[in-house]
């Protein structure tokens, strides 16, 4: 079974703060995206990655930047955490263009 | 460019009866379409995908969704609704004639089925 794991479940943060979330899929996949979840307006990408050290930008990469090092990893960083980023993230990895996409269980942040 | 709608913000069923869960579609190609359901405090768990092939597509927990191109359609359907089906469901697009590889997704209906 295809595993995509998230740092945190629940993260508590103060405005300003460098947060950091982290993603790792143990299936080898090629992509890995971030998303967040808010109610009525689903999920919204923030960036996407389609291989190591490259990545492109989603619909609301404003505020965030990401890393890819290594290929398991896809990382979401907050640079100065604001109260309009409190959301539940959610990260997905899949094999290719077709495929079905596979999520972590979610970390919700509140930025305080 | 393309899009996806779920046109229901939460469903109502009783349980053992029919349900339906709406989604309807826009691309500029042949369409890559999927369903995901999403329990209370979960992340998305894939259902059941349509790429080529059968209009009707089985998938997980006894879901079923049909491929309706004239309509522009990818309903998600099950003959007897459980009360453990209650979740947030999702459909989402890709547009398989070039374009973004990354896929568009609904904003999510709510499935209350009630005992």
């Known amino acids: 079974d295809v595993k995509v794991t998230q740092s945190s479940r629940y993260l508590v943060k103060r405005t300003g703060e460098k947060v950091f979330l982290e993603c790792v899929q143990d299936m080898d996949h090629e992509n890995m995206f971030w998303y967040r979840q808010d109610p009525g307006l689903g999920l919204r990408l923030i960036y996407f990655s389609y291989d190591v050290k490259m990545k492109e930008k989603g619909d609301i990469p404003e505020g965030y930047s990401v890393s890819r090092e290594k290929k398991e990893r896809f990382s979401l960083i907050l640079e100065s955490a604001s109260t309009n980023q409190t959301s539940m993230y959610l990260c997905a990895s899949n094999l290719g263009q077709g495929n079905e996409q596979f999520f972590g269980p979610g970390t919700r942040l509140t930025v305080l | 460019a393309q899009s996806v709608a779920q046109p229901e913000d939460q469903v109502n069923v009783a349980e053992g009866n029919p349900l339906t869960v709406k989604c309807t579609y826009s691309?500029?190609?042949?369409?890559?379409l999927f369903w995901y359901v999403q329990y209370p405090n979960r992340g998305l768990q894939f259902l059941l995908k349509y790429i080529t092939g059968d209009n009707l597509v089985k998938g997980s927990y006894g879901f079923e969704a049909e491929f309706n191109k004239s309509q522009t359609s990818f309903h998600l359907k099950k003959p007897s609704a459980l009360v453990s089906d209650s979740a947030l469901y999702f459909c989402a697009v890709r547009d398989g004639w070039g374009g973004s590889y990354i896929p568009t997704f609904g904003r999510g209906t709510s499935l209350i089925v009630h005992p």
């Open positions: 691309v500029s190609g042949n369409p890559y």
